[in-house]
């Protein structure tokens, strides 16, 4: 690779795409060997090849596609996660993974009892899995507290995050670890839309469709904030409720509001980790009024 580039002058940069957790082993490597490298997620290359006109894909065409838009475009540099922080992310992706399975085995039961028939074995069988599961989640859950505390300074920032009444141990650790610690994120803006909090509009000529939200970013994020939004409005935290009921009182949809409060908890999470400062509705009230950046108009 270093043979390509004799002339010291032309940079070089490595593109590639991201394919779950297959190119790990080819980042970690090119990371360690002090390669600049951008990771891709695979929505934005394929949008890329779109604009391209390409409608065929095989490995050569995704791979030269993959070049050219490293060539042209000013691509963010993907930096190597600290060990903490992937065990961390690790074990919060886990614990996602057992509630999953612990929602469809509770379904499953709840199907097979109601059965003319029901088969004893299936019952017997789902209703250990289920035990097992409800076991296993508790397990995680303490080593994502044991982990926290195993590091001072993580330990310090979660107590940040967690300053927010209604916001728990686990969504300062599915954030911080989802967020590698922020240290891709410059702005509000660009965390936003990095977790698919972004309003995307559907304009044309005379029509004005409705505003919305684009999805298009990091799902665990947006799913674990589901209940936070939730707890802030239920327990009375000013700012929050106060931004619910403007939205509300806009759309008069109560799940746009809830998403408005969402982004704002995700904003005002970062700016306290950034700062490392605690909450307070009082003294941290312009952190919160500068969270509110371009509010969803639909979920």
């Known amino acids: 690779m270093e043979k390509l580039y004799k002339d ?9 795409e991201a394919t779950g957790v297959y190119h790990e082993g080819i980042a970690y490597y090119l990371a360690n060997k002090d390669y600049p490298l951008s990771i891709i997620v695979p929505h934005k290359a394929k949008k890329y090849l779109e604009s391209l006109g390409q409608k065929s894909k095989d490995d050569k065409i995704d791979a030269s596609g993959l070049a050219k838009m490293g060539c042209e475009q000013k691509l963010a540099f993907w930096q190597m996660p600290n060990v903490q922080t992937q065990q961390l992310r ?16 509770i379904g499953r039961l709840e199907s097979y009892e ?19 599961l409800k076991k296993q ?20 920032k979660v107590a940040c995050v967690t300053s927010i009444d209604g916001v728990g141990v686990l969504t300062a650790a599915v954030i911080i670890s989802e967020m590698n610690d922020f240290q891709l994120i410059d702005n509000q803006r660009q965390l936003v839309s990095y977790c698919g909090y972004d309003v995307v509009k559907n304009d044309s000529g005379t029509k004005k469709g409705k505003g919305k939200i684009s999805k298009k970013g990091n799902a665990h994020v947006r799913r674990i904030l589901y209940m936070p939004a939730f707890n802030v409005v239920r327990l009375g935290v000013k ?10 009182e806009r759309t008069k949809i109560k799940m746009v509001a809830y998403v408005a409060v969402q982004k704002k908890l995700l904003t005002t999470i970062y700016a306290l980790y950034k700062k490392g400062e605690l909450f307070d509705p009082v003294f941290n009230a312009k952190i919160v009024q500068d969270a509110e950046v371009a509010l969803p108009m639909a979920v």
Request: charged fraction near 25%; charge should be positive; glycine fraction near 0%.
């Open 114 to 132: 109601h059965r003319a028939i029901p088969t004893d074995v299936v019952t017997k069988h789902l209703v250990s899995l289920q035990k097992t």
């Open 239 to 248: 700012h929050f409720v106060d931004l619910y009921q403007r939205v509300y």
């Open 8 to 16: 010291k002058t032309v940079p070089m940069v490595v593109a590639m």
């Open 137 to 156: 989640m508790k397990e995680v859950h303490k080593q994502i507290e044991a982990h926290i505390k195993a590091y001072p300074d993580l330990e310090k």
């Open 90 to 105: 690790d074990l919060t992706r886990y614990l996602e993974f057992l509630h999953k399975q612990m929602i469809d085995c």
